[in-house]
């Protein structure tokens, strides 16, 4: 969407500096202790905060002899609860995402197209390998400094990167077409 797009490209460098730095320590976090602890650590800073500011008001109200009450008044009274409707449209968007995916699965298990599932056991071969040095949560702290600091050098190179990147795919699809030339019974790909 558009402002996952504005965050990523750093649009307003406040936004994304506080998102890009929360999302760091999280997974930091997560590298470092168990999930367990970092959701605990997590709950008791809110409420250390939630309960500090309670307090505060209420010794503010003493001292100045008001009655204004609980602060967080207007968002206990906020209606969260969530419609049958907006569930039923969330279900069905992602029924559809899983349905899309599965054929999928399917398509490449089943062996379709051999060049795609070829490609997909190529890549599982080359996951082994990313697995043996990189955990997950490596992953995913790579995936987050890749997703805040890629589209932004992107924008600013992208005369050079485009050209790099055409030169690599005509290699690759040179590289593609001589290996399905070779494989026999290979499928030929729809064009």
């Not at 008001?66 to 906020?78: A, D, M, R, V, Y």
């Not at 069905?92 to 349905?99: M, P, Q």
């Not at 599965?102 to 990313?130: C, G, H, N, P, Q």
Request: overall charge positive; hydrophobic content about 50%.
């Amino acid at each position: 969407s558009c402002a996952v797009r504005d965050l990523l490209y750093w649009r307003d460098v406040k936004k994304s500096g506080m998102v890009f730095g929360v999302t760091m320590v999280l997974l930091l976090s997560l590298a470092a202790f168990s999930i367990i602890s970092v959701l605990s650590y997590l709950i008791l800073s809110l409420l250390t905060v939630t309960i500090s500011y309670r307090v505060y008001k209420s010794v503010l109200q003493a001292v100045q002899k008001t009655e204004e009450g609980n602060p967080f008044k207007p968002l206990l009274e906020k209606d969260i609860t969530l419609s049958s409707d907006a569930f039923q449209k969330a279900m069905n968007a992602s029924l559809a995402h899983i349905n899309c995916a599965l054929k999928r699965i399917v398509r490449l298990f089943l062996v379709e197209d051999l060049i795609d599932s070829l490609k997909l056991a190529l890549l599982m071969w080359l996951m082994t390998y990313v697995g043996a040095v990189f955990n997950g949560i490596t992953l995913f702290i790579l995936g987050v400094l890749l997703a805040f600091t890629a589209p932004i050098v992107y924008e600013k190179y992208k005369v050079q990167i485009d050209r790099y990147i055409s030169l690599v795919n005509n290699q690759v699809k040179s590289i593609m077409e001589k290996i399905q030339a070779k494989l026999p019974g290979a499928l030929k790909k729809k064009t």
